[in-house]
């Protein structure tokens, strides 16, 4: 597989807003819920789940969006937004603070509730 340099300027824009708008839904549900823990990982990861599964359906399935915009949307965007990695570092500094309970739970709520979101999304993109 070759890519060419739209394709590359195609995901850098969408990587960029979306780590963006990771950054900004996070701190702000962060300081708006003062509860100890990731609460704006985890928006972060149902919005984006949500979104994949609505997105792909929709746009995709349906409209037969441009190769260029699902690459910048898909890979880019959504691949920015909704980072994994953030949730694993916070879930690994939890358990080496002691709270395995609370890391335990953050695994739990984050991967139930971004699978139903996915799901979610997908079923509403099919009723569109």
């Known amino acids: 597989m ?22 900004i839904i996070s701190t702000w549900v962060n ?25 792909a ?6 409209i037969g969006l441009n190769p260029l915009l699902r690459l910048a949307i898909f890979v880019g965007f959504l691949g920015a937004f909704t980072t994994f990695s953030t949730f694993s570092m916070e879930t690994l500094n939890l358990f080496e603070e002691g709270l395995a309970l609370r890391a335990l739970l953050n695994m739990l709520i984050n ?8 799901w ?9």
């Open 31 to 55: 300081n708006k819920i003062d509860a100890n823990f990731p609460f704006g990982t985890l928006v972060v990861n149902m919005a984006g789940s949500f979104l994949m599964g609505f997105l």
């Open 2 to 23: 070759t890519i060419n340099s739209t394709q590359i300027f195609a995901i850098m824009c969408g990587g960029s807003l979306g780590a963006l708008m990771r950054y």
């Open 120 to 128: 979610f999304g997908v079923l509403l993109g099919k009723q569109m």
């Open 57 to 62: 359906v929709y746009l995709v399935e349906k």
């Open 111 to 118: 991967v139930s509730f971004t699978v139903l979101a996915v």
